[in-house]
């Protein structure tokens, strides 16, 4: 199957996504619904795995909340909440417990500011599909990721919204719902 990513005909528009998040940045954490449940979901299917990780990275981050339980979950780890927008990092800083304190960091995942094999968890639930092009997130996330790290994360796929995308098809040709790769 062809990466949509890639196709001419959908692109995002890095600068309108960091904006979109920027605006919604104050209500976000109580509109969401979705997402705390996929990120419980992510976060559950770590429990299995016994390890301490030194550095962990929440990729996309968002108002902080699984940062929270990152940090909660793994205590003597630098817990480095990163996202696009400069709005999400201040709700997660407003949202940080006294005692549990993670960092916060303004940057594009396709542009990483950490060093090579610097981090020992890469946390990242329903971000990727703000990548464009993809390939490039994981190659940041394969650079920054210690060898024997892990990389644990939740996306969208081809058929997401596909009955939305089907019905904006038949009603004017022009694409208004994100392509979603096929992993």
């Known amino acids: 199957m062809d990466n949509a990513f890639a196709t001419a005909a959908f692109r995002l528009d890095r600068p309108g996504v960091r904006a979109a998040f920027e605006r919604a940045s104050a209500g976000y954490e109580a509109a969401a619904v979705l997402q705390p449940r996929v990120s419980d979901e ?12 030194r550095v ?14 990152l940090k909660r979950r793994y205590r ?5 909440a990163l996202d696009l927008a400069p ?4 709700e997660a800083r407003r949202h940080q417990h006294l005692f549990r304190r993670f960092e916060r960091v303004c940057a594009d995942a ?9 981090v020992d968890l890469v946390f990242s639930s329903l971000m990727l599909q703000w990548c464009d092009p993809l390939d490039e997130a994981f190659a940041e996330i394969r ?13 969208f796929g081809p058929d997401t919204l596909k009955e939305l995308r089907g019905a904006w098809a038949e009603a004017d040709g022009y694409s208004h719902v ?5 992993m």
Not at 110 to 118: D, Q, V
Request: aromatic share 10%; proline share 6%.
């Open 76 to 80: 003597r780890a630098l817990v480095i």
């Open 87 to 90: 709005g999400m990092l201040r």
């Open 42 to 53: 992510l976060l559950g299917r770590l429990e299995p795995f016994k390890f301490e990780p």
């Open 56 to 69: 962990v990275l929440d990729l996309g981050a968002g108002t902080g909340r699984a940062a929270r339980e």
């Open 110 to 118: 396709l542009r990483l500011p950490l060093a090579e094999s610097s």
């Open 178 to 182: 994100n392509h979603f790769a096929d």
């Open 143 to 155: 650079r920054v990721l210690n060898p024997e790290g892990f990389f644990a994360f939740t996306t």
